[in-house]
């Protein structure tokens, strides 16, 4: 039996903020009359509907008022105390969700985790909560993959897939956990502009085992994995760490250097596990933004039920970064098929990384 995703569960901060809304404030607080324009068509044509957020206003009230009537924006140490606080509640609650969904599977069998996040640092880490507010045993392996991005979520699946192939007993949890609103930033760069109207707050939680899956349950099989450049894209996605939170370049040209290159990709990593594009039944497409799903879309000529997952989270939740493509997972398993259809799963982050995997539904 290959290594299976046996359950994912999501978690997201209370309060849903209206895209519309924040679209509104976002350029009540606008320096001129181009950039008001600017900011009235990313959000109309963002394709999300709500997004969650760990701080208050979606960032109405997270900035400070001074005496001259400017706002001020919290430094990056205010920005990660936040982090502190929130990731742990967040995380935890995405933990305890996982355990109750994972049937089968009790608290003192996982042997592993492997946590994910790019938007806040501290230590003890999640990884260590994880373990002493869930019940793990004191000897799980412990491990975490920092700063990567969206495509975080794969290197973390990977490592889950490896540890269960070394050791037919192992049971591996994976969360992936990000408050990306907490970087939002005042100013009038367009990058910056383009990550305020897509980022939002979530975590998800994924429990890999290579254990057959039960009777009537279906699992997400890891059958391959593959990583991929695109160096010509090096620098229009990148995160550093500012004054003022995380500062992030994204260029509105990502979307169409991922369609100019992600078909040879994906033919690459299909080919090495001996499938063709028209034996998938869904693509896993990480929503970054709705051009990145249109020009993937196009790239590969999916029709438009395959990308519904990716459209569907984009639309609901925005872009979370490394947690998002486990949403996206979560729904096609727990969608009801008959056939033990592939599933073709792909992230992008920094570098410009394009991260790949080939899964396969299977039925107990």
């Not at 869930?134 to 412990?142: A, K, M, V």
């Not at 949403?327 to 096609?332: A, D, K, N, T, Y």
Request: charged share 20%; proline share 5%; hydrophobic share 40%.
């Amino acid at each position: 039996m290959l290594p299976s995703i046996h359950a994912i569960a999501t978690a997201t901060p209370d309060i849903a903020y209206d895209q519309k809304e924040v679209g509104s404030w976002m350029q009540e607080l606008a320096g001129d009359n181009q950039q008001r324009r600017i900011l009235k068509a990313l959000y109309r044509s963002s394709g999300i509907a709500t997004r969650h957020s760990v701080i208050p206003g979606f960032g109405r009230d997270f900035f400070i008022q001074g005496s001259n009537g400017q706002l001020a924006e919290p430094g990056t140490g205010a920005r990660n105390d936040i982090y502190t606080r929130e990731a742990r509640k967040l995380g935890l609650k995405a933990g305890h969700a996982l355990l109750e969904k994972a049937a089968g599977f009790t608290p003192t069998e996982i042997t592993h985790v492997v946590t994910a996040s790019c938007t806040g640092f501290f230590n003890p880490g999640l990884d260590y909560y994880l373990v002493r507010e869930l019940g793990l045993p004191t000897s799980t392996e412990r491990y975490h993959l920092g700063f990567m991005g969206c495509y975080a979520a794969f290197p973390a699946l990977r490592m889950a897939d490896q540890f269960c192939r070394a050791n037919p007993e192992a049971v591996v949890l994976v969360l992936c956990l990000e408050l990306c609103s907490l970087h939002i930033q005042l100013g009038g760069r367009e990058d910056q502009l383009l990550a305020n109207a897509l980022f939002a707050d979530g975590a998800a939680a994924a429990l890999v085992s290579a254990r057959p899956p039960r009777t009537g349950q279906t699992v997400l099989e890891l059958e391959r994995f593959q990583s991929a450049l695109v160096p010509s894209g090096e620098t229009d996605m990148a995160w550093t760490v500012g004054d003022k939170g995380f500062d992030i370049a994204l260029s509105s040209y990502v979307p169409k250097i991922l369609g100019a290159n992600i078909g040879g990709v994906v033919d690459e990593l299909l080919d090495a596990g001996g499938s063709r594009r028209d034996r998938i039944g869904d693509w896993a497409v990480h929503p970054g933004g709705k051009s990145i799903i249109d020009q993937v879309g196009k790239a590969l000529q999916l029709r438009p039920e395959q990308l519904e997952a990716p459209r569907a989270v984009l639309r609901d939740f925005g872009n979370m970064s490394s947690a998002t493509i486990l949403f996206v997972l979560q729904r096609l398993l727990a969608e009801s098929h008959s056939a033990e259809e592939q599933i073709c799963a792909m992230a992008f982050g920094p570098g410009l990384t394009v991260e790949l995997g080939l899964l396969r539904r299977r039925r107990g």
